[in-house]
């Protein structure tokens, strides 16, 4: 269980977060929105957490998540 304080319109909002996955532990702190009751993580962060890599198509507006087949 990750727990992120979220700061909107100077009110910290506290949530936590589940990121799982076998064999991964993850540490880092990841900064979270909480807009119309979703929360919203950063991809680039909890893709990290997987070992995945983050790729984004500025032409598209896609960002794409990779993880590595190893």
């Given at each position: 269980?990750?727990?992120?304080?979220?700061i909107?319109?100077?009110?910290?909002?506290?949530?936590?977060?589940?990121l799982?996955?076998?064999?991964?532990?993850f540490?880092?702190?990841i900064?979270a929105?909480?807009?119309?009751?979703?929360?919203?993580i950063?991809l680039?962060?909890?893709?990290?957490?997987?070992?995945?890599?983050?790729?984004?198509?500025?032409?598209?507006?896609r960002?794409?998540?990779?993880?590595?087949k190893?």
């Open positions: 269980m990750l727990e992120v304080k979220v909107m319109n100077e009110e910290i909002k506290e949530t936590k977060v589940d799982l996955h076998v064999d991964t532990e540490t880092d702190e900064n929105v909480v807009y119309k009751g979703r929360t919203y950063e680039r962060a909890s893709a990290d957490a997987y070992g995945a890599e983050v790729t984004y198509d500025s032409e598209n507006k960002a794409k998540l990779i993880l590595n190893n």
